[in-house]
């Protein structure tokens, strides 16, 4: 193995470099992967395009101690070069991405998400838009035998969807919705379906992105071009849907999961809107709505079961965009993904030249 490796390092808006840097040094508790492909999401474009908002730039970041330029990439899988920690050489592991402590009180409730020294590799320290990447042994799962590189590359946002599924607590009977049926609600949507049999319906506008829907288990699928809260409330008798999941982050729709829901139900926040959306603090008081929010994932509890849906052979090949090299990420991945042109998951492989 060389000393130095090809990574993709941010250097602020619209500045991501493929330089060759030195291949990181596993600390204790750390195995070093061979990344074999990682991918790209919102976070990513939007650091390309209007950041820096997350890599920390002027100051340490106060969980991982990195300040300044940034390998970028929280969406990898990797082949173990130095085993350890449970790990051999040659194995294929999916990772994490999120760093917790293990010790503090959020850790100690099993929220390791919300660790009070959390931290991303690829967003807050150096990640796996590389040929290599050192990462703790805590947040890699093995790869099941017969799992697709291509298709394992998506557990990571699989399992942030898996995790959102679970924090909308649905109860059998529930009537859910889903607003967006981009890359997120598609992997809510999976989510759902794994953990429960509830009918869910999903919204967005006519076309694939809704007719893929079907095929991963919506039961109803509603035009967003029409009056969607009267869509709702007529296929619910009036009385609107016990769980809305707003996954999609357009203006409005926050609003609109509001007035769909019904009196008594659950609102769970997912898409992150530009703008901020109005709410009508009055309907939510007098109707007794309760509104939850959910960030990233919980390692032990989202990642392997993650695999396990991808290992089913539907949801990869339904979500996969396109593989590309590091060399063409800018003009054929964060550009694409941050002009809103992509409705599935792009993923790089570090081996490939152009």
């Given at each position: ?117 959390y931290y991303t590799l690829g ?42 599924a679970r924090r909308a607590g ?185």
């Amino acid at each position: 193995m060389t000393e130095t490796m090809r990574a993709a390092v941010y250097h602020g808006r619209h500045d991501v470099r493929i330089e060759e840097v030195p291949v990181p040094r596993p600390a204790a508790g750390e195995v070093l992967l061979a990344v074999r492909r990682s991918g790209i999401c919102g976070s990513d474009a939007t650091e390309w395009a209007a950041g820096p908002k997350q890599v920390p730039f002027t100051s340490p970041h106060p969980g991982s101690g990195h300040v300044g330029p940034m390998i970028i990439g929280h969406e990898f899988v990797g082949e173990v070069v130095s085993g350890g920690s449970g790990f051999a050489a040659g194995d294929l592991v999916a990772a994490g991405a999120g760093v917790s402590c293990g010790q503090c009180d959020r850790c100690g409730e099993g929220r390791t998400n919300l660790c009070r020294r959390y931290y991303t590799l690829g967003l807050n320290a150096p990640g796996g838009l590389a040929e290599y990447v050192a990462a703790p042994a805590s947040m890699l799962r093995p790869v099941p035998d017969g799992l697709s590189l291509d298709h394992a590359g998506l557990a990571q946002p699989l399992a942030v969807g898996l995790h959102a599924a679970r924090r909308a607590g649905v109860r059998p009977g529930d009537s859910v919705v889903v607003i967006g049926a981009g890359a997120i609600g598609s992997f809510v949507l999976a989510g759902l379906r794994h953990l429960s049999d509830n009918e869910v319906t999903v919204l967005d506008f006519a076309g694939d992105k809704l007719d893929r829907a079907t095929r991963l288990g919506a039961a109803h699928v509603v035009d967003a071009a029409g009056d969607v809260v009267a869509a709702v409330r007529e296929r619910t008798g009036g009385r609107g849907a016990d769980v809305v999941i707003e996954a999609s982050g357009a203006p409005g729709q926050f609003e609109n999961a509001v007035r769909m829901v019904t009196d008594g139900g659950r609102v769970l926040a997912v898409g992150l809107p530009k703008q901020a959306p109005t709410v009508d603090l009055f309907s939510l008081v007098l109707r007794e709505i309760t509104v939850e929010s959910t960030v990233a994932h919980v390692c032990g509890e989202d990642v392997a079961p993650a695999l396990e849906i991808l290992a089913e052979g539907v949801l990869g090949a339904e979500l996969l965009d396109s593989v590309i090299g590091l060399d063409d990420l800018t003009e054929h991945g964060l550009a694409r993904l941050a002009a809103g042109a992509v409705d599935g998951k792009v993923l790089i492989d570090p081996g490939r030249r152009s």
